[in-house]
């Protein structure tokens, strides 16, 4: 992080246009453009709320991490998925991570080759595991010892499947810095400290049906300090190369600002940084290193639109904007208490002299979407504002609260644009309704 981003920006000052899409531009106008698209045209043809992605961003993001990686990088569908994006990632020549049979599902139904699927998850299901195998996943990662023998239930004898063990290294990576946790309080995997991840592995060895050849670890979240990542190498190295297997996965969790001041990662420092302590930890270069983001992929290439619908000013306390969606299709604020920034699609460049609170339009104080927020001072009914970085864990994390249908999504292009997930109806809220 260099000295210009650590300083805290004037608060009133422009949006800043390293957090928008890279497809983005202003017009003499100051109004948004996207590759070609002016923002408020896509608003017209779409509604609101409405995600728009960057789909060009995706893709040279994609390539970055290939660029890094090689092929080894599986993109975390849960981050956001649909099926252009499943495409989009096959297209590129990433695997993909899934964590259910629903997004199995949405993933094979493109034709996703199996071989580049990997299925995770904490409590799969019989039913979720059946169609793993059945479609032929390439690597399964186990999470518990419950699910060694519920899989092995399911493998016809003759036919084993490759899987990894996931492990809690007890390295817990918190924003800005980690911590070793003393026992491993995690309902994922299986621990190292507590000696539960040696158990497994040789329970492992003595399997005919599920072939271990690689582990599997994953710290956090919006990681910004390196120093997790080395630390995770450190941690790990001694028990792959007490494993005897081939490939180790260290996970996703790099870090992207969502608000001014928030360093930028570049994929290059991660890599790096991964290479160079897989390097010191004695790993062999043999070894195959895999990561998978998920975050970082996709969460800087889109942003959502919205309709201001009332401004509300209390004297000397608050100005609520209020906006025609909320944590029904952004719930990281309510969640994580996760701050964005703001401003008017039509005004880009102008100063945002005016703190607001953006709020949606649920039945809960809580609904908030940027809670110290600036906007011009300008700001009225019926403009349209945005919140970017909101392309992971936004509409992947929708919900019908209130039954407020789902936004709609838009994929912008060099040669165009298409609508990826039409938004929500009330017929589409009704129809699981029996009555
Ligand atoms: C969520 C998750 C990821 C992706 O995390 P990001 O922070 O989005 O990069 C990767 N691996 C596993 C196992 C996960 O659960």
């Known amino acids: 992080m260099d000295e210009t981003q650590s300083q805290v920006a004037d608060p009133t000052e422009p949006i800043p246009l390293h957090l928008l899409p890279q497809g983005c531009g202003v017009g003499r106008d100051g109004a948004l453009w996207i590759r070609g698209q002016r923002v408020s045209d896509l608003v017209k043809e779409f509604g609101t709320p409405l995600f728009i992605y960057d789909e060009e961003q995706i893709r040279s993001r994609a390539k970055e991490l290939k660029a890094h990686f090689g092929s080894d990088v599986a993109y975390a569908s849960k981050a956001f998925l649909c099926k252009a994006m499943a495409r989009l990632v096959d297209e590129e020549g990433l695997h993909i991570d899934v964590a259910s049979g629903g997004e199995l599902s949405v993933v094979l139904s493109v034709g996703f080759p199996p071989e580049r699927i990997v299925m995770h998850g904490n409590n799969k299901s019989v039913a979720e595991l059946e169609l793993a195998i059945s479609a032929g996943v390439g690597r399964i990662v186990i999470d518990s010892f419950d699910e060694i023998e519920r899989l092995e239930s399911l493998i016809p004898r003759g036919h084993p499947i490759e899987v990894w063990i996931r492990v809690t290294p007890g390295v817990e990576a918190h924003t800005h810095e980690f911590i070793m946790t003393g026992q491993d309080d995690s309902k994922f995997g299986f621990g190292l400290l507590s000696g ?36 995770e190498v450190e941690v790990l190295a001694p028990f792959f190369a007490s494993a005897g297997v081939e490939e180790l996965n260290f996970g996703g969790g790099l870090g992207i600002p969502y608000v ?19 390097k010191a930890a004695g790993i ?41 969606g909320g944590m029904s299709d952004n719930p990281r604020p309510v969640l994580y208490g996760s701050g964005y920034e703001t401003f008017l699609v039509d005004s880009v460049f102008a100063r945002r002299e005016r703190r607001v609170t953006v709020v949606g339009k649920h039945c809960e104080s809580g609904d908030i979407l940027v809670k110290e927020g600036q906007l011009p001072s300008a700001a009225k009914v019926g403009d349209l504002l945005a919140t970017p970085v909101t392309g992971a864990y936004g509409y992947s994390m929708a919900s019908n609260y209130n039954k407020v249908g789902r936004p709609a999504v838009v994929f912008v292009n060099n040669r165009g644009y298409r609508l990826v997930l039409r938004r929500e109806t009330v017929s589409d809220l009704l129809s699981l309704d029996l009555g």
Request: charge should be negative.
């Open 284 to 324: 062999p270069s043999s070894a195959r290193i895999m990561v998978e983001p998920g975050r970082s992929l996709v969460g800087p290439t889109a942003m959502t639109v919205y309709e201001i619908g009332t401004i509300k000013e209390i004297q000397g306390i608050r100005t609520y904007v209020s906006v025609d």
């Open 260 to 278: 001014s001041g928030e360093p930028v990662i570049e994929f290059s420092d991660w890599a790096a940084a991964l290479k160079d302590s897989v």
């Open 196 to 231: 539960d991840a040696k158990i497994a592995l040789d329970r492992l060895k003595l399997s005919e049906r599920l072939n271990l050849v690689g582990l599997h670890a994953h710290i956090g979240s919006q990681i910004f300090s390196l120093d997790s990542f080395v630390k």
